[in-house]
């Protein structure tokens, strides 16, 4: 809950801004221009892997680092020093005269805005102290100075902001997708990317007719489209979206879970990779990989595992509850 400004003995001294954005590409550039304040990478893939109910910030990103260890993204034990550094940075927030929170419209960002905003309102910020700045582009791939110029348009975060998006976090960690469906598209108005972002990660569960996901189904298109080289797959697969947000880990984890050799939708041939005959009645929505395909993952709160699978149909825009047992 925010508390009303304290008292300038009650105050501690107050330092320069601190910066906080999605990852490193963003940093350097900030460097490159010089920008001036502490500077803080996120990093986490907030969409791939389990973001469980009941944890504290530290306990998380330990559970975080532990995942992404296993999962491809690098050593566990790095990673779990790296957030732990994050997280001390962010926790020293009373010390910063301006929180400024760099994000793009992209699920990826999207879920670690709503993670810091979290964390932010559970602190005793005086109002105006977190400003915001939404981009519709990718920051990583601006020029210096037209990054910086994005300054010109911070906004203070509102009351209403911070406690709607601790309220949808808290939903994004719950164990079923419910409540995050229920209220997804009524988040803060000053999120103007949230719903669509969030409504993407609705498409990342199974289809109810082929039980692929929406990533999935954009790869075998693409291979179907005549790309057989993986780097151009993921580069066909990309251009189908409305905001990419997949970098190369999350993505080959979803292409390498195709080629499951038990239900194998993607075959690997000299020059790359073609569709199985399962892949295209898959594709072709005509049978389901889940009847022969085991699926195991977490979205958020939520693990998909065994008889419970959650499916989103994307005909009715809803989701189907996994069958009573």
Same mark, same amino acid.
């Given at each position: ?42 990093? +986490? ?21 532990? @995942? ?8 566990? #034990? ?29 699920? @990826? ?9 979290? @964390? ?15 981009? +519709? ?75 692929? %996901?929406?990533?999935?189904?954009? #790869? ?31 993505? @080959? ?33 005509? %049978?389901?990989?889940?009847? %022969? ?33």
């Amino acid at each position: 809950m925010l508390k009303p400004r304290q008292s300038a003995a009650s105050t501690p001294r107050l330092t320069s801004r601190l910066h906080v954005t999605n990852g490193d590409s963003v940093v350097y550039i900030w460097r490159k221009g010089g920008l001036v304040g502490t500077q803080l990478p996120w990093r +986490d893939v907030l969409h791939d892997g389990p973001v469980p109910a009941g944890l504290t910030l530290p306990e998380l990103s330990a559970l975080r680092a532990q @995942y992404l260890g296993v999962s491809g993204y690098g050593n566990a #034990i790095k990673i779990g020093h790296d957030f732990e550094k994050r997280d001390a940075t962010i926790a020293r927030c009373m010390e910063f005269e301006e929180i400024v929170l760099w994000f793009e419209h992209d699920l @990826y960002d999207q879920l670690q805005l709503l993670q810091i905003l979290d @964390y932010l309102a559970g602190q005793p910020l005086a109002l105006g102290r977190v400003q915001l700045i939404q981009s +519709d582009d990718f920051l990583g791939l601006l020029a210096a100075p037209e990054l910086l110029a994005l300054q010109n348009h911070r906004r203070p975060v509102v009351r209403q902001t911070l406690q709607g998006a601790a309220g949808i976090w808290e939903a994004y960690r719950a164990a079923t997708p419910e409540r995050l469906f229920e209220i997804h598209a009524s988040g803060p108005s000053q999120l103007r990317h949230l719903t669509a972002a969030l409504y993407r990660l609705f498409q990342e569960y199974p289809s109810v007719q082929s039980g692929i %996901s929406r990533t999935q189904r954009h #790869i075998l298109e693409a291979v179907a489209d005549g790309a057989h080289a993986t780097e151009d797959i993921f580069r066909l697969a990309q251009l189908r979206e409305e905001a990419a947000f997949l970098g190369d880990a999350p993505f @080959y984890k979803r292409f390498k879970e195709l080629c499951d050799p038990a239900a194998p939708l993607l075959q690997e041939i000299q020059n790359g990779y073609r569709l199985t005959s399962l892949g295209r009645r898959v594709l072709a929505g005509a %049978s389901d990989w889940l009847s %022969s395909h085991a699926c195991e993952r977490w979205i958020g709160g939520v693990h998909l595992t065994g008889d419970c699978i959650w499916r989103w149909d994307e005909s009715a825009a809803r989701f189907v509850a996994p069958a009573e047992p």
